[in-house]
């Protein structure tokens, strides 16, 4: 059963940069038939897809275009754990932050959430 | 993008009685290589992540009760309980794996009548 386990700090200043990690279980970040996920959610944004990162011979990312000019994910296989930087935050970014693994599209796994608040 | 247009926005069903939630797209979500719709149903609970519930449309995912079910095409599509029961309470979210920007629909909230 796959397992997905996030931390990360749940306060971040205005400007600085937010980072979360998701630790993988029961799966490999470098599975050739999943995909992983980081998605966020707030009230005044709903859900909103952030990106996405998959293994297929290398490594791809897709980025939204809301984010795109400010996010980074990376992975690593050593310690099978995927991380979200996101860099110049505002308090539009607050929200609750999570990972995901899918299949064929679907997420049929999610990280527990963590809320990040962006406030000084 | 493509988006995900959900209605109601909320609703009040008597227990056992069937719930209707619909989700409309703004393209085609057919994907050609299976003929089957790129849409999935979650459900939310207070302090969860979502739960998935029916993909390619219509495929219950394994363990979701029979109760629950998911139709439609081109791009209307529905999200069905037959009998509501007092654990179904959530809101109810459609979302389209067709093209990135994936895209979630604005969600439903069902409540007990």
């Known amino acids: 059963q796959v397992q997905l386990q996030q931390s990360g700090p749940g306060l971040v200043k205005p400007s600085q940069t937010l980072s979360l990690t998701c630790a993988i279980s029961g799966d490999s970040v470098s599975s050739n038939s999943a995909t992983w996920h980081w998605i966020r959610q707030s009230p005044s944004r709903g859900l909103e897809w952030l990106g996405r990162t998959y293994y297929r011979s290398k490594w791809y990312n897709d980025y939204a275009m809301s984010v795109k000019t400010r996010i980074t994910f990376n992975s690593d296989t050593s310690k099978n754990h995927l991380s979200l930087q996101l860099n110049s935050v505002t308090p539009e970014d607050t929200a609750v932050y999570y990972c995901?693994?899918?299949?064929?599209?679907?997420?049929?796994?999610w990280g527990q959430g963590i809320l990040v608040v962006v406030s000084s | 993008d493509i988006v995900m247009t959900q209605s109601p926005d909320s609703l009040a069903v008597s227990l056992g009685e069937r719930a209707t939630i619909n989700c409309k797209s703004s393209q085609s979500i057919l994907y050609s290589s299976n003929n089957k719709y790129s849409l999935t149903w979650y459900q939310q609970k207070p302090g969860q992540p979502p739960k998935l519930l029916i993909y390619w449309a219509s495929t219950r995912e394994s363990g979701v009760p029979d109760r629950f079910s998911g139709s439609g095409s081109g791009t209307d599509f529905t999200l069905t309980i037959s009998s509501l029961q007092a654990e179904d309470v959530a809101v109810y979210y459609c979302?389209?794996?067709?093209?990135?920007?994936?895209?979630f629909g604005q969600g439903t909230r069902l409540e007990i009548k």
């Open positions: 979302q389209q794996y067709y093209s990135p920007p994936i895209t």
């Open positions: 995901a693994r899918a299949v064929a599209g679907n997420f049929g796994c």
